[in-house]
């Protein structure tokens, strides 16, 4: 049984115990899934996409732990690259050998039972990267993907963005 993990805000910790996680993000390939990653030794690969994730407004993230079969075929791949479907143990493994994991991500394309659940704890807050990995000591990008208006400071990058 491989051993995942799902980023989510803490005010749907209560629906997720009664219900499990549904599978509604969207991902690439027209599949609808849950994002996860596997539990590895290293903490900040493991919730690495915490603080990007908290760039959309949710300040309290918690971790849901769950187990899923090793042969549960998933997507995995590295977030700007097209993803590969693998059984989950191989996944991990895919993950857990790559010289620099960051940016990966792994798509399951169901939804997380209750039954499934390990369990649900808080993540520390600095975890992770902005933006994208490497991103320290580059200008972030200005346009208006990556910085919508309404967004803290975006005004301001849009405008050094346009200047250059």
């Not at 749907?12 to 990653?37: F, H, Q």
């Not at 994730?53 to 075929?73: C, K, M, S, W, Y």
């Not at 996944?91 to 659940?117: H, K, N, S, T, V």
């Amino acid at each position: 049984m491989t051993l995942l993990v799902h980023l989510t805000p803490a005010k749907n910790v209560r629906s997720i115990r009664r219900a499990g996680i549904r599978a509604t993000s969207p991902g690439r390939n027209n599949v609808t899934g849950v994002y996860c990653l596997p539990v590895l030794p290293s903490y900040q690969i493991t919730y690495q996409w915490g603080r990007e994730l908290r760039r959309n407004g949710q300040r309290t993230l918690v971790a849901v732990h769950f187990r899923i079969p090793d042969d549960e075929p998933v997507w995995v791949g590295h977030y700007n690259a097209p993803p590969v479907q693998l059984g989950s143990a191989a996944a991990a493994a895919l993950i857990a050998e790559q010289q620099d994991a960051r940016g990966y991500e792994l798509l399951l394309p169901r939804p997380i039972q209750a039954a499934e659940i390990h369990r649900i704890r808080g993540v520390n807050r600095v975890t992770g990267w902005r933006y994208m990995p490497n991103a320290h000591g580059r200008p972030p990008c200005g346009c208006p993907v990556c910085n919508p208006r309404g967004a803290y400071g975006a005004a301001k990058i849009r405008k050094a963005y346009l200047d250059e």
